[in-house]
């Protein structure tokens, strides 16, 4: 499980039951919990998302090549890439 994963089932309160030899096969959550731990995830990914389109728009301003679409197509993108920015950049302008 990835850290920041672990970290926002944690928060909620998760319970890691233990199996055979001290393995681990799943989280458990509450109901509850588990509506949190979603809102928690959905929370996370629009803010890496709106990282990710504001750094794009600052890189076109930077660049003097503002226009809604070049801005529009790289934040899709990127959006669609989220965890491999460089790739989905490239991608684009080979593209």
Do not use: W
């Not at 970290?7 to 030899?21: I, R």
């Not at 679409?69 to 490239?90: F, H, P, W």
């Amino acid at each position: 499980m990835k850290e920041k994963t672990k970290e926002l089932a944690d928060s909620v309160g998760a319970v890691y039951p233990t199996l055979f030899l001290g393995r681990h096969d799943g989280v458990l959550f509450t109901e509850t919990e588990l509506e949190t731990f979603v809102a928690l995830v959905a929370a996370a990914e629009r803010e890496a998302c709106e990282t990710a389109v504001e750094d794009i728009a600052r890189k076109y301003q930077q660049a003097h090549e503002v226009s809604a679409e070049n801005v529009a197509d790289a934040c899709a993108y990127a959006i669609r890439a989220r965890g491999n920015l460089e790739a989905a950049l490239k991608e684009r302008n080979n593209g």
